[in-house]
């Protein structure tokens, strides 16, 4: 079966720096999301990793290693606006593209 | 370029009876997923349409909940008859192919059911 786990809560300062892990066990991987979902809101779309390595999005970054099953967010130079939580998506199944989440680490930035 | 379209926003009903929710995706997004979201928990992947078939149904309470996608475009999730524990967001989402995967979401309906 498919499994995902990544932190429950997390707390950080503003300003500071966070990283968020997401570890996952799956068939057929197509690629690993994370989302951002605000209290209330839907999830909005964060980034998309398919292949090893860093992608960079202005202040946020994502890490993948296909062959540790494992994934991290990087948050820089942390907003109070990014109190939030945040879910690792593994996409898989081949052409069927399916989608799973995780259970969401909830982030809360402090003064 | 129009969003995940879904309504009602909001919804109370009492146990045993019957709901339904809609969902319009992303024109052209041949994928189509409901979600259940309890709070202070993950989205759960309720049912998945690739155009008007089924790609993964197996966590749909078949005894209760129905979902149909006819001519691959809209969708429709049933519940009937709802219980307490069917309290929860209930998330439309589309994406375009498995090459461009990317899902968008829908705002959501939450329902109590009391």
């Known amino acids: 079966g498919q499994n995902i786990d990544q932190p429950t809560e997390m707390t950080a300062t503003e300003g500071a720096i966070v990283q968020i892990n997401c570890t996952y066990q799956?068939?057929?991987?197509?690629?690993l999301f994370w989302y951002q979902q605000h209290a209330g809101e839907a999830p909005t779309f964060l980034s998309y990793?398919?292949?090893?390595g860093l992608e960079e999005k202005g202040r946020f970054s994502s890490f993948l290693s296909r062959s540790k099953g494992y994934s991290y967010l990087l948050l820089k130079e942390l907003q109070m606006k990014d109190s939030a939580s945040y879910l690792c998506?593994?996409?898989?199944?081949?052409?069927?593209?399916?989608?799973?989440f995780g259970t969401g680490t909830l982030l809360a930035v402090q003064p | 370029e129009a969003g995940v379209a879904q309504s009602p926003r909001y919804k109370i009903i009492e146990k045993r009876q019957s709901v339904a929710f809609w969902c319009n995706p992303i024109?052209?997004?041949?994928?189509l997923y409901w979600y259940q979201q309890i709070l202070g928990q993950g989205p759960k992947l309720l049912i998945q349409?690739?155009?008007?078939?089924?790609?993964?149904d197996s966590q749909l309470p078949k005894d209760r909940f129905s979902a149909e996608r006819l001519k691959g475009v809209d969708s429709t999730l049933k519940i009937q008859p709802a219980k307490l524990e069917d309290s929860a967001v209930y998330l439309c989402?589309?994406?375009?192919?498995?090459?461009?995967?990317?899902?968008?979401f829908g705002q959501g309906t939450r329902l109590t059911v009391v």
């Open positions: 989402a589309s994406s375009y192919t498995a090459d461009n995967p990317e899902a968008f």
């Open positions: 799956t068939s057929g991987f197509n690629g």
């Open positions: 990793n398919v292949l090893d």
């Open positions: 998506a593994v996409g898989f199944g081949g052409a069927t593209n399916k989608l799973i």
């Open positions: 024109s052209g997004h041949a994928t």
């Open positions: 349409f690739q155009n008007n078939g089924v790609v993964d």
